[in-house]
């Protein structure tokens, strides 16, 4: 079964409706230039009332461990993604400060960025779409082609300009354990169309169907 993560949430609306149609995980982007940034208080109603029933992932962009440790605490979150320039090391000790899980994003538009994820120990690995002086969210998608070089040791999670109409070609051609869509269940940047979201799961579902079979 593919799962699946819809992110760039930022009213309760919306992360209830994720929740209820089996969203396996909800983003809320901490990184003030992005949009889709979630008002900390919001998040912090969001990861109470959802902790229990999704995995609740805060997405960091080289943020200080400081200021992520505060922010998984008062939100409840259970993943971090880090989308900045984390190394490792920061994976490790942001893993041990707060106790959550680390899914490591990397902006891939060739199979050595592919194979750069690899070197990463966290629980999850995130491919995205490489777009200059962007962190996630671009509406683009990359050669699903190029994934084929990771190692799969870690789970994949598949991202970048992923909608209802190409998320079957993704899951036939990548095989990722989740896929996670920002944009292409928007109806604006920050707000989620219900129809789109709905459509995606449906296609999710079709999807796995076809690989079952």
Same mark, same amino acid.
């Given at each position: 079964?593919?799962?699946?993560?819809?992110?760039?949430?930022?009213?309760?609306?919306?992360?209830?409706?994720?929740?209820?149609?089996?969203?396996?995980?909800?983003? @809320?982007?901490? =990184?003030?230039?992005? &949009? $889709?940034?979630? !008002?900390?208080?919001?998040?912090? +109603?969001?990861?109470?009332?959802?902790?229990?029933?999704?995995?609740?992932?805060?997405?960091?962009?080289?943020?200080? @461990?400081?200021?992520?440790?505060? @922010? %998984?605490? #008062?939100?409840?979150?259970?993943?971090?993604?880090?989308?900045? !320039?984390?190394?490792?090391?920061?994976?490790?000790?942001? +893993? #041990? $400060?707060?106790?959550?899980?680390?899914?490591?994003?990397?902006?891939? =538009?060739?199979?050595?960025?592919?194979?750069? +994820?690899?070197?990463? #120990?966290?629980?999850?690995?995130?491919?995205?779409?490489?777009? +200059?002086?962007?962190?996630?969210?671009?509406?683009?998608?990359? &050669?699903?082609?190029?994934?084929?070089?990771?190692? $799969? $040791?870690? &789970?994949?999670?598949?991202?970048?300009?992923?909608?209802?109409?190409?998320? %079957?070609?993704?899951? %036939?051609?990548?095989?990722?354990?989740?896929?996670?869509?920002?944009?292409?269940?928007? %109806?604006?940047?920050?707000?989620?169309?219900?129809?789109?979201?709905?459509?995606?799961?449906?296609?999710?579902?079709?999807?796995?169907?076809?690989?079952?079979?």
């Amino acid at each position: 079964m593919t799962h699946v993560k819809i992110c760039g949430i930022t009213d309760p609306g919306d992360a209830e409706l994720a929740a209820e149609l089996g969203a396996w995980a909800i983003g @809320l982007i901490f =990184h003030e230039p992005s &949009p $889709r940034s979630v !008002d900390p208080e919001v998040a912090e +109603a969001i990861g109470a009332e959802l902790r229990r029933k999704v995995e609740v992932v805060g997405v960091f962009v080289n943020e200080p @461990l400081d200021r992520v440790g505060e @922010l %998984a605490d #008062r939100c409840s979150l259970s993943i971090l993604q880090l989308h900045g !320039d984390e190394g490792p090391a920061y994976c490790r000790e942001a +893993a #041990r $400060r707060t106790g959550a899980k680390v899914m490591k994003a990397l902006r891939v =538009h060739d199979r050595a960025d592919v194979r750069r +994820a690899n070197s990463f #120990r966290t629980d999850y690995h995130l491919l995205d779409t490489h777009v +200059a002086g962007l962190r996630g969210g671009t509406g683009e998608t990359f &050669p699903w082609e190029i994934a084929d070089v990771h190692d $799969r $040791r870690t &789970p994949v999670v598949l991202s970048g300009g992923l909608t209802p109409e190409n998320a %079957a070609d993704a899951i %036939a051609a990548v095989h990722p354990f989740a896929v996670d869509s920002a944009s292409g269940t928007e %109806a604006e940047p920050g707000r989620k169309d219900p129809a789109k979201v709905k459509a995606l799961f449906r296609a999710v579902e079709q999807a796995d169907r076809v690989e079952v079979a």
